[in-house]
Structures are given as C-alpha cells and as structure tokens.
C-alpha cells in the first residue's frame, strides 16, 4: 500500500489573497475554487497520473476563522529560476512578502520571509544558468 503527497494545505484568513500571491512567486494557477477555499497548482491532477507516478502536490488555502499563532511547524522553500537571490527577494518584496527572523543569525544563503498573512518560508540559492 503507497500514499501520495498530492495537496498542501494552509490555514488563513483569505484563501483569495494568499491563492494569488502564492499564484504570483511560483507561477502557479487557480484549479479550483470552493466555499472557503481556493486550490492552486503547475498542473491540473487526474485520478490517473496520480496513481501512475508522484506529481507536485498542489497547494490549497482554507479560511478559518483564527490568526496565525507561533513560528510555523513547517515552510516552504522556494529557489529563484531565472535571476538571482537577491532579486527575486525584492520582487517578492513588491507582491507583498515581509523579512521575517525566526532566529536565523546572520550569514546564511537564504533569506527568511514570510507571505501576507505572516507564515514563513525560505528563498534559497538561485539555480538560475
């Protein structure tokens, strides 16, 4: 017997804000929308494809009615394609992401931020050519 990671999911407060910021840093799309959620992903899952092999999970926002409390128990990393660290922060920046510490210290080669509702994740290295 064999599961497959096929969705992550985010608590928040606004499914649409998040769903399309997320949209916006890894060129996802909206798949689908419901009551109180909204599900993003790079592709659309069948039934098939996912029995057949494992594929990039998509990721779905619930609204709930509580805030964030804490340091997140788990993040997302995330690596710039097509330009460097440094840039991609700054457009990140610009989509509505903040610096966040977590405790880091200095000297790393990624930076801790964290998306419009306060949950953190990492920009990595760059893999950009």
């Known amino acids: 017997m064999t599961s497959r990671f096929t969705e992550l999911t985010v608590d928040c407060r606004d ?3 998040l769903a399309a910021f997320w949209c916006e840093v890894l060129d996802f799309k909206v ?3 419901g009551e109180h959620k909204v599900e993003i992903g ?3 899952p069948t039934v098939e494809e996912v029995r ?3 594929m990039p999970p998509t990721v779905v926002f619930i609204q709930v009615p509580e805030g964030r ?4 128990r788990l993040h997302l990393d995330v690596s710039p394609i097509d330009g460097g660290t440094d840039a991609e922060v700054t457009r990140l ?3 509505g992401a903040t610096r966040a510490d977590v405790g ?3 000297g790393h080669n990624w ?3 964290a998306d419009p509702e306060g949950n953190e994740f990492c920009v990595l290295r760059s893999l950009a050519p």
């Open 15 to 17: 499914p649409e804000r």
């Open 31 to 33: 798949i689908d929308r």
């Open 42 to 44: 790079s592709w659309v």
């Open 52 to 54: 057949a092999r494992q």
């Open 69 to 72: 409390s804490g340091k997140n």
């Open 93 to 95: 920046l610009a989509l």
């Open 104 to 106: 880091q210290g200095t």
């Open 111 to 113: 930076v801790v931020m």
